[in-house]
């Protein structure tokens, strides 16, 4: 989506706003002047408490003149410090001659870090938070959380529940490299059976079977994963036995 569904001018009323708003779907706008530069921010909420107070729809949006911006060559650490701050969602990305370039919000923030992202506040496009949505991905053993998502590389941190397990599968075209964070269980890897504990690792070459299994009865086995290849998609799992008949 581009970044000019979020810019309205001192002169809408709050119900263009709110139509605004409904268009972009992330409940903030930027207000902009004749020339496209900042002046102010609103946020639905802000929209919402004004109308509570006895102001009308067809009147001109009130908004904060005082917020956060960023000249598009600025570092990553003053983003990252600014988004540390709860009540920052959102920062208007300014160039050099203090017009409006791009918008960068918390969620995207984030979504840049899950994908490795080449920070550049100008280029940066507009990014579908909706993946965001979905990096906790639920299985009938557990869960697993991706923490990168990068072109050659991909991380997760995998949680299986007491006494569940893994199917026994291979990977064509990665590697993966287990370290266990907390738990207890074995690994088949090939004929090989081992036994893991807190801060064992593991290594598994493309093209080898492996399984993990949580051995404990009450406790939840969790190892982080580091997948290295060239495609990570899920047609890449060969599964040669599965408890919960997904073969």
């Known amino acids: ?54 102001a ?4 001109k949006i009130c908004y904060e003149k005082e917020f956060i911006s960023m000249k598009d060559t600025e570092s990553f650490l003053k983003l990252f410090e600014y988004f540390r701050y709860e009540k920052i969602n959102f920062i208007p990305i300014l160039a050099n001659d203090g017009k409006l370039k791009n918008i960068i919000s918390k ?47 991909q991380s997760k941190i995998i949680t299986v529940f007491p006494k569940e397990e893994l199917s026994l599968q291979k990977h064509r075209r990665r590697e993966e490299h287990w370290i266990i964070i907390k738990g207890e269980g074995k690994i088949i890897l090939e004929e090989s059976i081992i036994v893991v504990e807190q801060g064992r690792y593991v290594y598994i070459p493309k093209g080898t079977k492996h399984k993990v299994i949580n051995t404990s009865e009450k406790e939840n086995l969790i190892f982080a994963e580091v997948q290295l290849g060239d495609y990570f998609g899920e047609d890449d799992i060969i599964r040669y036995e599965d408890k919960y008949g997904r073969l």
Do not use: C
């Not at 009308?56 to 009147?59: G, H, I, M, P």
């Open 107 to 153: 969620k995207q923030f984030h979504l840049m870090l899950l994908k490795d992202i080449e920070y550049d506040l100008f280029k940066l496009p507009f990014l579908d938070e909706k993946d965001l949505d979905y990096e906790v991905f639920n299985r009938p053993w557990g869960f697993y959380k991706s923490t990168l998502l990068a072109e050659h590389v």
């Open 56 to 59: 009308s729809l067809e009147d």
């Open 1 to 54: 989506m581009s970044f000019k569904n979020f810019i309205v001018r001192d002169n809408y009323k709050y119900l263009d706003a709110l139509k605004t708003i409904d268009i972009n779907k992330k409940s903030f706008l930027v207000v902009v002047d004749k020339d496209e530069i900042p002046i102010g921010v609103v946020t639905e909420g802000d929209i919402r408490r004004r109308l509570i107070s006895g």
